[in-house]
């Protein structure tokens, strides 16, 4: 059986590599449901959602990691948001012919910007690094050895039906041993880790979308000591709310929104993640601006 919407990390017995396996099913399906991608521009979204929940396993953080990639090309901005319980959302901006899936070439160029900041916003991090590369798996690969500096592998792959995600890191290693130790532990970890990269690049794509966790663990490190984790629940959520677009509303001002009141008969505000409809009439409108009522901006995903 297929491992539907789940994230399972697993680690090398006998020397330090640690992997992460993503499956997005449901919440891949649920993601793009209202958008009618270009096949090019969402298998690079289905592929960036699943290297934004690989990249927040590596990580410990109590709120949101958002992933987003853009440039002068026909694909010029790219979003994906995902929390530490594993809940995703994702949405991506084309314009004109989409044909070429070379990342360059789809962005332009361009730059990847993750942000990572906690629920309560007491601390933020954000790292920058250049859309280089032609695949997006490489591009993550350059900003782990930029940021992280970890040695890591991915293989990213997505369909209609699902996107999935394969991580391996090396880990440090010799940690408190003397130097001939440390050189004689980093010598050994290097090799395991060659062995272990050159074993998964065996994996073809169509393997990696098809098989389950222990099945391709099996197929690629049989004679490793592997040892496989209990998998997390992953799932699309997007937390638009008619709360939280009274607060754009608000931030607006009240000129400019009685002004779209006045031209339109009503104000409609579409979430671009899930593609809902709020709308306000003009009760509505006059509920948003009572006196006392404070203007905020709200958060995007909690």
Request: a negative charge; glycine letters at 8%; one cysteine or more.
């Amino acid at each position: 059986m297929h491992d539907g919407d789940t994230l399972r990390r697993f680690i090398f017995e006998r020397f330090p590599v640690r992997g992460y396996i993503v499956h997005l099913d449901a919440s891949w399906r649920a993601l793009i449901e209202h958008h009618d991608y270009p096949p090019v521009v969402r298998e690079t979204l289905g592929q960036a959602a699943a290297a934004t929940l690989l990249l927040g396993a590596t990580i410990k953080f109590d709120g949101l990691l958002t992933l987003q990639l853009q440039g002068p090309g026909p694909m010029h901005l790219l979003v994906v948001q995902a929390s530490h319980r594993h809940a995703v959302r994702g949405v991506a901006r084309w314009r004109g012919e989409v044909a070429d899936p070379a990342l360059e070439a789809l962005t332009g160029g361009g730059q990847v910007t993750v942000t990572v900041e906690n629920a309560d916003r007491s601390s933020r991090y954000q790292g920058i690094v250049p859309l280089t590369g032609a695949r997006l798996a490489e591009c993550f690969e350059d900003y782990f050895a930029r940021s992280e500096q970890l040695p890591t592998r991915l293989w990213l792959v997505a369909t209609e039906e699902r996107a999935v995600g394969l991580l391996l890191q090396r880990l440090p290693s010799g940690a408190g041993a003397s130097t001939e130790e440390l050189a004689h532990s980093v010598a050994e970890g290097d090799e395991d880790w060659n062995r272990v990269r050159l074993l998964a690049a065996t994996l073809s794509a169509a393997e990696l979308a098809t098989l389950p966790a222990e099945e391709l663990l099996h197929r690629l490190f049989h004679e490793e000591d592997v040892r496989l984790f209990e998998p997390d629940p992953v799932y699309f959520q997007c937390t638009c709310s008619r709360e939280r677009v009274s607060g754009i509303l608000r931030s607006l001002g009240e000129r400019e929104v009685r002004e779209l009141l006045a031209e339109r008969g009503n104000v409609e505000v579409r979430c671009e993640f899930c593609n809902r409809a709020w709308q306000y009439d003009a009760v509505d409108v006059e509920g948003l601006f009572v006196e006392g009522e404070t203007v905020s901006t709200p958060r995007a995903l909690q």
